[in-house]
């Protein structure tokens, strides 16, 4: 059975960092692209970044670019972010999800979400 | 950035009832346009990809339609376990945008 595990999520000061990592099973991790949707409590959907199969190509949104970097480990099946200089408004339920197919889009599977909480 | 406009923002509707939600783009996508079900206290799943493509394992009453800046979700003889938010969610262009949900409450 498929199954995507993020984990690495907490508590955080602002200006703080956190790492999340997604464990990917079921499924030739390496075949297909990666993405992080975000979700502030109670709110809408949020896309994030999102990396190429092999990982030489990434895509963040302008909200988090040069503060996250999505990064991969084919040979352990793991999708990272690492995320610096948090801030109060990316707290929120951070989902990974994989790609339908050997396209970017759309988001066929996803995970159960960690949840990243930015507080004084 | 593509803006997505879906309507209603909240629905309350009986069993049985054919529902549609519409999704406005704020420029023309093509058919990029993908809908998801999210349940309260669950991951969003895939219902429709590319505006009008099914999803195997995702219930025939479930439709989409459109293309360009117009689309729609139709669900056909809603059932109690339809009660969820649905959102559309564009890849015609980076960054990739969702739009802002609609909510099903089953009366």
Redo the contacts between chains.
């Keep these: 059975e498929e199954q995507l595990l993020e984990s690495g999520g907490g508590l955080v000061q602002p200006g703080g960092s956190l790492r999340l990592s997604c464990a990917a099973s079921g499924f030739t991790f390496s075949s297909y692209a990666m993405t992080w ?1 975000r979700q502030a409590p109670g709110k ?4 994030v970044s ?1 990396i190429s199969a092999g990982g030489g190509t990434t ?1 963040y ?2 909200s988090v670019k040069g503060r996250f970097t999505i990064s991969r480990d084919n040979s352990k099946n793991t999708l990272n972010l690492q995320m610096n200089s948090l801030r109060v408004e990316d707290t929120a339920l951070y ?1 990974c999800a994989r790609a ?1 197919g050997s396209s ?5 599977n ?4 960690t949840l990243v909480t930015v507080s004084s | 950035d593509i803006v997505l406009t879906q309507s209603p923002d909240f629905q309350s509707v009986t069993p049985k009832e054919k529902v549609t939600v519409t999704c406005r783009a704020s420029q023309s996508i093509g058919s ?1 346009l ?1 809908w ?1 079900q ?1 349940k309260p206290d669950q ?4 219902l429709i ?2 505006a009008s493509q099914s ?1 195997s394992g995702v219930p025939s009453r479930f439709s989409g339609s459109g293309s360009g800046t117009d689309f729609t979700l139709t669900i056909n003889s809603l059932e109690a376990e339809d009660a969820a938010a649905y ?1 559309c ?1 564009q ?1 015609s262009s ?8 609609t909510k099903l409450e089953i009366k």
């Excluded at chain 2, 960054?95 to 802002?100: D, R, S, Y």
């Design positions: 949707v809408g959907l949020e896309w999102a895509f949104a302008d989902y339908y970017w889009t759309p988001f066929e996803w995970g159960q979400g | 990029s993908h998801y999210q991951s969003p799943k895939l990809k590319y999803i959102y969610h890849s980076l960054p990739h945008t969702f739009g802002q949900g």
